[in-house]
């Protein structure tokens, strides 16, 4: 996929007030400071577009940008110990709750995990919540280039293994850096993939 436009649209603190459900829609969310932002302006080639920032827990909205005129990205609040109100978090989480499961275009929510940590709780508890509410996601791990290769794929293969505990089917996965953009076209060509569903789903019901 050529990002050829990406744009910022719009944000809003409840789901419902979020842009027409008119285009296939990718949410983003992680732990807090994930490298999220740094990801997505890897993804569209457009260093600002989403707002980075050394203090986690700075996305507090629900950031809507279009992307080629053709799909939705959403930037969500991140989830974990952001230096914020334990009220500010269950305010974020009814906030997320109430978009996954409502939100009537979303075709997938990415879930962004460091590849340098071991598996933890927030991360797996997250997916588990995911798998028994039937969104589908896609796990994306990022920073590969903080550390080897060797490290990278130790890290996902012990992921994986403590989901397979409890997961009949694993979710795909990507790699990706930020800094050397690795993952990116196997990331987008996912996306594209999946628009091409949404687009045979609105013919069939046209």
């Known amino acids: 996929m050529i990002i050829r436009d990406a744009r910022f649209l719009t944000s809003n603190s409840r789901a419902d007030l979020c842009p ?3 285009l296939p829609e990718y949410a983003f969310i ?3 400071n994930v490298g999220k932002s740094s990801l997505i302006n890897m993804l569209t080639g457009r260093n600002g577009l989403a707002k980075t920032s050394s203090s986690p827990g700075k996305t507090q909205l629900i950031n809507h940008f279009v992307i080629n005129d053709d799909w939705f990205l959403v930037d969500l609040p991140g989830y974990g110990y952001a230096k914020v109100s334990k009220t500010s978090r269950a305010e974020w ?3 997320i709750n109430y978009y996954l499961r409502q ?3 979303l ?3 990415c879930v962004l995990i460091d590849s340098r940590h071991a598996p933890q709780p927030a991360d797996l508890e997250f997916m588990e919540k995911l798998g028994e509410e039937g969104i589908p996601f896609v796990m994306i791990f990022t920073k590969t280039d903080k550390q080897s290769t060797a490290q990278t794929k130790a890290l996902v293969t012990s992921y994986l293994a403590k989901m397979s505990e409890t997961w009949d089917e694993l979710p795909r996965y990507f790699q990706t850096s930020a800094e050397t953009a690795q993952g990116r076209e196997e990331v987008l060509d996912f996306i594209a993939e999946v ?3 949404w687009v045979a789903g609105a013919e069939s019901n046209s």
């Open 20 to 22: 027409e459900p008119t």
């Open 30 to 32: 992680g732990r807090s």
């Open 93 to 95: 989480a009814r906030m």
């Open 103 to 105: 939100r009537p275009n």
């Open 107 to 109: 075709m997938c929510v």
């Open 195 to 197: 628009n091409k569903e």
